[in-house]
């Protein structure tokens, strides 16, 4: 990594934290080696302390993997980075509220710091998931790109000449609140018409369901039983790929929305590469076609020349390790005794 | 001006290249002096040849004044920054295309450089206005500033990390392209709902004369006596001000189209300030009061509270300024010899 003040064969844990599942694993500073990626259950209903020990926990297994696997010795590891659900303050390491896990003012990073002893950064989930693309995965080489992750909600994060660009009070690149129609759907952040509100997971769902609505039953009714209610993004893209038209449609309709929030994101910021991740990416060039398509309607020229638009290639690791690409920018300079 | 190389008596001659005018004028290299400041017409329809060697002339005039009211030696004239309507190509100093202009790949840096014996850059008009704003005007004191200039149409420039941020080709910071409606008004540009389709000043006329249709006459008939072919925004704000209900409610929904594309920028670019020029600002309260109201309901609240939303504090001469503020960046390092 440019800037790293820590030797090559230095060790960071990067950790994932999701309201489901955390997510773990240690790589070597120059990215040249990574060990012990795993998962195990957040179990947030255990609150905050719970979490966070079993956090230090998952640290402390992967140090001792780490070190049976490649004779590392425990001074090598310089610290552990963490991803979490925003808002965050960053300066401060605190999780400002995260209603997935249920907290408020949590002190994530002053915890894990005081329970292994470990320089420890905090950053927004998305941020990192986006760094790790740029680090080791699809937008390896740019300086600048673009990061979406589709979920329950729309994550993303944006680096620009090779940093993780956070703002002024560490907001930006909360791609999924761009807006596709200010008098349009109802946002759950309070604004009317954002990416999110049509195009995440439960938005692709909700807009299958609706479609579905008075149409003949096909392989998305077979699917679900039935029961509408139990569709997810997943089953339509499932469908989609069984050729069923109300599928299709929904899934070329969330190629037009994706199409005309990062066609303007295309015109605003005009960045070498858009990388999209999460269960989206399942739907393949089904999705990704229309919507390059649509890109290329809605923005300059020169920017969609200049833009890849593509699947990531990190897959569910992208998170774990863009958190310790954010370790390493957030301690560039600083001493790593 | 931070990583300037030059001495601070080192004088800059800025060039603000419009379809209308060019504006013109000298700043010494640390800001404190600024001389000579005036514009003359651009007439275009002479072609490019013709229109170089005016500015080519304006400079040389410039520097003139320059040495007359200050002392100063041609011999510390260091350069010469023009801003021009884009898209160009900053690297090789080319007016790709320019509509107003009716230019197409001129290259006009070199040829600025050739008559003068002078350093040249080129930068984008409202990339330059932005600078301005930022270096010597509202934006101040920020390390991250979004500069919005509203007239013919809306440009746009962003400032990142105290440095112009142009995106992979030149075309970052084109805020008038922005989403507000994905299915709504044609832009000029080729995509549908941009931010420029609705306020702009001929778009907020063209509103203004939608919004007369079949009402009583009020004080923008008078205005226009009576032909609504001839509104223009300037007479809505003014009318607006003198208590024009058609007027009042056309600055509003202004204020609401300019609330949703800079809510959506805020979440994206979580900016410190930023600053509105051009026409709008005559507006005056009328329109900031609910347009920061409306930025407030749409965007994330610590994005909101990190931002000013001001008007710009140099006027005409921002492009000026701008266009010496994006000289001393470009040649960051260069030998000023």
Redesign the interface.
């Given at each position: 990594m440019p800037g790293s003040h820590f030797p090559p064969d230095a060790w960071i844990v990067g950790v994932d934290l999701g309201g489901t599942n955390i997510a773990i694993g240690a790589l070597q500073a120059d990215g040249s080696r990574e060990v012990a990626f795993h998962s195990e259950p957040t179990l947030a209903v255990e609150g905050p302390e719970a979490v966070t020990e079993r956090i230090v926990k998952a640290v402390e297994r992967t140090i001792t993997r780490v070190q049976q696997e490649t004779g590392a010795t425990r001074a090598q590891f310089v610290g552990v980075g963490i991803g979490a659900p925003g808002?965050l303050d960053r300066a401060r390491g605190v999780v400002?509220t995260a209603p997935n896990l249920g907290w408020t003012d949590w002190p994530l990073r002053e915890k894990v710091h005081a329970a292994t002893g470990l320089h420890a950064t905090l950053d927004n989930d998305a941020n990192c998931a986006t760094l790790g693309e740029w680090w080791l995965g699809a937008a390896r080489g740019t300086?600048?790109a673009i990061g979406i992750t589709i979920g329950t909600g729309i994550g993303?994060g944006?680096v620009?000449d090779g940093q993780l660009?956070?703002?002024?009070?560490?907001?930006?690149?909360?791609?999924g609140?761009?807006?596709?129609?200010?008098?349009?759907r109802r946002c759950k952040?309070?604004?009317?018409?954002c990416l999110e509100a049509y195009a995440s997971g439960p938005a692709i769902a909700e807009r299958a369901r609706e479609a579905m609505w008075g149409e003949e039953p096909g392989v998305l009714w077979r699917l679900v039983e039935g029961d509408v209610s139990r569709i997810t993004a997943q089953m339509v893209y499932a469908a989609s790929k069984q050729g069923d038209p109300i599928a299709i449609d929904v899934v070329r309709e969330t190629a037009?929305?994706l199409g005309?929030?990062i066609?303007?994101?295309?015109?605003?910021?005009?960045?070498?590469v858009v990388v999209l991740a999460g269960g989206v990416v399942n739907a393949g060039e089904s999705l990704f076609q229309p919507l390059r398509a649509e890109v290329k309607?809605?923005?300059?020229r020169?920017?969609v020349?200049?833009?890849r638009i593509m699947p990531g290639a990190l897959g569910g690791s992208a998170g774990v390790v863009g958190a310790v690409a954010a370790f390493l920018q957030q301690t560039r300079g600083l001493d790593p005794a």
């Open positions: 808002p400002i300086r600048n993303g944006i620009i660009y956070h703002g002024a009070s560490d907001v930006a690149g909360e791609i609140h761009v807006t596709i129609d200010s008098t349009g952040c309070g604004n009317y018409g037009r929305y005309a929030g066609g303007a994101l295309l015109n605003v910021l005009n960045p070498e309607r809605r923005a300059f020169p920017a020349e200049a833009c």
